[in-house]
T-cell receptor, first 116, second 114 residues
């Protein structure tokens, strides 16, 4: 079974600084997708960024980028120029590409605090 | 509607009662998920529907939990004989069929069993 591990229950960063959130996963699949979701206090889950496993290039969305290391099964999220609105729970998620159940499997999350 | 809609937003029920939670997915989304999120915890997978295929029920914690999806659209999660440990936020999400597509989440139903 696929598992997703986020080893940092909580992280903090100063406004305008950079922070990296860690995620590792376990799978025997070769083709899959990885996601980072953000959950602010409103409870609304919002997609931050996605990565396709067959693409070697790391995904980037404005201030958010990933460091995808397929061999190490690592998928970390880097937030640059942190803003107060980035404060939230961040969840890493895995979904297999095809065949069988394509359920999203989530890590336990990292609570990010942004200090002014 | 434009997004995934869940109702009710909040539900308080007495231990032993049955509850039904509703999810209206985004129109055209063939995949639908239910997750449970206990206070300060991650998302626990419950069940996954994909089109007309048999649902993946591997995450349902006990036979008190069941879910159905009628006409490939609206889904109902039913919890029978509720227990205090069932108290949590229940999140529904939907997506297009391809695995790389984003899953859109509703705002959840906060269930409190007293």
């Amino acid at each position: 079974a696929q598992t997703v591990t986020q080893s940092q229950p909580e992280m903090s960063v100063q406004e305008a600084e950079t922070v990296t959130l860690s995620c590792t996963y376990d799978t025997s699949e070769s083709d899959y997708y990885l996601f980072w979701y953000k959950q602010p206090p409103s409870r609304q889950m919002i997609l931050v960024i996605r990565q396709e496993a067959y693409k070697q290039q790391n995904a980037t969305e404005n201030r958010f980028s990933v460091n995808f290391q397929k061999a190490a099964k690592s998928f970390s999220l880097k937030i640059s120029d942190s803003q107060l609105g980035d404060a939230a729970m961040y969840f890493c998620a895995y979904r297999r590409h095809q065949g069988g159940s394509e359920k999203l499997v989530f890590g336990k999350g990292t609570k990010l605090t942004v200090n002014p | 509607g434009a997004g995934v809609s869940q109702s009710p937003s909040n539900k308080v029920t007495e231990k032993g009662k049955d509850v039904e939670l509703r999810c209206d997915p985004i129109s055209g989304h063939t995949a639908l998920y239910w997750y449970r999120q206990s206070l300060g915890q991650g998302l626990e997978f419950l069940i996954y529907f994909q089109g007309n295929s048999a649902p993946d029920k591997s995450g349902l914690p006990s036979d008190r939990f069941s879910a159905e999806r009628t006409g490939g659209s609206v889904s109902t999660l039913t919890i029978q004989r509720t227990q205090q440990e069932d108290s949590a936020v229940y999140l529904c999400a939907s997506s297009l069929s391809r695995a790389g597509r984003e899953a859109f989440f509703g705002q959840g139903t906060r269930l409190t069993v007293v």
